[in-house]
């Protein structure tokens, strides 16, 4: 199983903390890091080098990506524009291929919200239907995309994996699969039996504490013993990434370090 952290690296550079960052996720033993797809779009050439070099430098590499679409998009509606969208994916696409991005999530909750008045079911249809020429369009460059749910407060579409799933099916295509993140998912249904059911489309996988989504601690391993339960019943061996808040009571690096104490300790064999 190989450990990232989320982190948009093209503001990474704009601040002037990438090559810091990036050293100090190095240094605490994760294998790579996950990006922001949306952030690639105003990037340069010379800046996608710049960033690329950055991440060679420090052994570490960027398999995935997030924040598929900007929240002013328009995924679902009467409003949509897919020449827009066409035109969205030929920029981002070459360039996450050059980072060397597998997997993009699209999670999106703002763009993929239905607007009053749309029926649930035709924004699920709608929206399938996007994530089809999304996944197809990406297959181009050996690129899939995750399907993520999202909770109710963030959205009104895919929040949960039930429905996720059931998106992904309506897609129907090699390329699409889906994601499960942990803070996501409500733990007082069954809805993450899904996990294991569809283990074979699973992507990928984002992390952090129910409710307050910070780090997880070694600590906090009773709270998080349902999460690697249900990876190791899924048999997953796949990318386990962090999305969520550090601590403020401790530093950086301290904090990318107890949580991979955490993930490490939860997915091992023992």
């Known amino acids: 199983m190989k450990f990232g952290v989320c982190m948009n690296l093209a503001d990474e550079l704009e601040k002037g903390s990438l090559e810091e960052h990036l050293k100090q996720i190095s240094a605490a033993g994760y294998d790579y890091v996950e990006t922001s797809a949306a952030g690639l779009k105003p990037l340069t050439s010379l800046q ?36 827009m969208q066409l035109d969205y994916l030929q920029d981002i696409l070459p360039k996450a291929s050059e980072l060397g991005i597998q997997v993009i999530v699209l999670g999106s909750g703002s763009a993929r919200r239905a607007p009053e008045g749309l029926g649930h079911e035709q924004a699920l249809q709608q929206f399938s239907r996007a994530a089809r020429i999304f996944a197809q369009t990406a297959s181009r460059w050996n690129i899939q995309i995750a399907l993520e749910h999202l909770n109710p407060k963030e959205t009104n579409l895919l929040t949960t994996l039930e429905e996720t799933v059931r998106s992904m099916d309506l897609a129907d295509h090699a390329a699409c699969g889906f994601l499960f993140d942990f803070y996501h998912v409500d733990l007082s249904t069954e809805d993450i039996r899904w996990v294991s059911e569809r283990k074979e489309r699973l992507l990928h996988v984002h992390t952090a ?32 990434s962090l999305e969520g808040s550090m601590r403020d009571d401790v530093s950086y690096e301290d904090n990318l370090k107890n949580s991979l104490e955490l993930l490490r300790q939860g997915t091992s064999e023992k």
């Not at 690697?228 to 899924?234: I, Q, Y």
């Open 209 to 240: 504490l129910p409710g307050s989504r910070l780090y997880p601690f070694p600590e906090d391993s009773n709270i998080m013993e349902s999460f690697f339960r249900t990876l190791k019943a899924a048999g997953y061996n796949g990318t386990v």
């Open 48 to 83: 996608l080098e710049e960033i690329k070099n950055a991440l060679a430098g420090n052994g570490l590499y960027c398999p995935r990506a997030n924040c598929f679409f900007p929240v002013d998009a328009r995924l679902v509606g009467p409003d949509i524009c897919p020449e």
